[in-house]
């Protein structure tokens, strides 16, 4: 029996309207070495009926509803192909799209991901725009993906062996689990590439759900990133661009809020984004602008800024933005089971007689209750958590992280006396006086 070099993963859910197609689109393909497994993740319309006369061609798994990701990864862990393609149940592939990924690879042994551009439309199939991000991200390395984000599972092709390192798709980030997943494949080395063709129909539905689900996709970028840069052996270079990745993304979602009605919410996540930037409130207020506009742009809709400015929220917001001025010192706190001191060390910080300081708390992995424990304080300190990379990595994150032009370090068990940060600044202010 000879094994199939690719298997079209298929994951669906009450996709029974657009089915017959996306599967239509793959028995097209002029690439033949392929299997289709289709996952139907606990469909309650007429999936089943639709699928009858296909049965023979295609491997059928029927399961609970557990999700797209658990759907996904079902379908990698029965796969027989060395290459693993995803197509949505509402997307299509064009006739050439799996032998030009194919080529690819043979060409490039090296490689572990092939991403082809893809057709926008709506859900009548007419067609929006040709989406070809390698004109604007010609190389899809660490830093593309975690700026960009150019993710979309129905143009992507993966080795399966990448799939299978990272433990394929995580269901705690639901709806950017593609991101999570494709952002750990590169983040272990994998070298990806562009396909310079239209291989996928993207077909846009059902706006109002993607509007309903705006909140959790933000809230799950936003849980991404902390687990993303909570990940050790990170390279030092990505690791120093933590706060600006954060920054970027904090925007991002803060303009997807504002395209989906959720002014309000809008406005809290601008103002996050205060907390990892060192620019000046003139300049942070120009940068919000200019890259809702460019968001826009990208939309092929024009940004109304005087609307903009009327959201509910705006002019706090801009008090807010005008009040901010940067830390003189950060002050960082690694922690690591020292629950009992915690709470200590950071009062210690807030009863200073000095207070232009941030307090940076970073929970090394501990096993105990650090995260209840700093939850009465999370209005007035940046807190961050990662895996267990021991009090060096800790430190080192935390220097990356500082807005401040003086560090400070105060270990999790230890107190500052009350006058530490006004004295210490005393003598450093003496120190550059007489350096000069």
């Known amino acids: 029996m000879v094994l199939p070099n690719v298997s079209v993963v298929i994951p669906a859910y009450n996709a029974a309207h657009f089915l017959g197609q996306a599967l239509e689109s793959i ?28 049965l ?98 129905s143009a992507t092709m993966i080795r399966r062996q990448w799939l299978e390192k990272v433990g394929g798709f995580s269901p705690e980030t639901i709806p950017v689990e593609d991101v999570e997943c494709f952002l750990q494949i590169i983040a272990q080395g994998c070298k990806a590439i562009w396909c310079k063709n239209i291989g996928t129909v993207y077909r846009q539905v059902n706006s109002n759900s993607l509007c309903r689900n705006t909140i959790k996709r933000v809230e799950s970028l936003e849980l991404l990133h902390q687990r993303f840069f909570g990940r050790a052996n990170l390279p030092v270079e990505i690791r120093k661009e933590e706060n600006q990745v954060i920054y970027c993304n904090i925007e991002w979602s803060a ?114 209750n650090t995260r209840e424990v700093v939850e009465p304080y999370l209005n007035r300190i940046r807190y961050f958590e990662q895996e267990n990379q021991g009090v060096s990595a800790t430190r080192n994150r935390g220097i990356y992280l500082a807005r401040g032009e003086l560090i400070a370090f105060l270990d999790a068990d230890d107190c500052f006396m009350t006058h530490k940060l006004e004295v210490s600044l005393v003598y ?4 550059h006086h007489h350096s000069l």
């Open 27 to 54: 028995f097209a393909q002029t690439y033949t070495e392929y299997e289709i497994i289709l996952v139907d993740d606990g469909s309650t319309d007429n999936t089943k009926t639709i699928l009858e006369p296909y």
């Open 56 to 153: 023979s061609r295609i491997n059928y798994i029927y399961q609970p509803n557990k999700g797209v990701a658990a759907a996904r990864n079902k379908g990698i862990e029965i796969a027989q192909g060395r290459l693993i393609a995803f197509l949505d149940a509402d997307d299509l592939f064009l006739p050439q799209k799996l032998q030009q990924q194919v080529a690819l690879f043979k060409l490039h042994p090296d490689v572990g991901m092939v991403v082809s551009g893809w057709q926008l439309t709506n859900e009548q199939a007419e067609i929006i725009e040709n989406v070809e991000l390698w004109h604007s991200l010609p190389c899809l390395d660490l830093r593309t993906w975690l700026y960009w984000k150019p993710v979309l599972p």
């Open 255 to 368: 303009w997807h809020l504002y395209q989906n009605g959720y002014k309000s919410q809008m406005c809290d996540y601008l103002r996050k984004s205060l907390n990892c930037t060192t620019q000046s409130a003139a300049e942070i207020s120009l940068n919000w602008i200019e890259s809702f506009t460019s968001y826009c742009d990208g939309e092929k809709s024009q940004l109304d800024t005087y609307q903009l400015t009327l959201s509910i929220g705006w002019e706090q917001l801009t008090i807010s933005t005008l009040a901010i001025r940067q830390p003189r010192v950060s002050v960082i706190i690694p922690a690591y089971n020292s629950a009992k001191y915690l709470a200590d060390a950071i009062a210690s910080v807030l009863n200073q007689t000095y207070t232009d300081y941030e307090i940076i708390v970073i929970n090394d992995g501990s096993t105990d």
């Open 428 to 431: 450093v202010s003496l120190n």
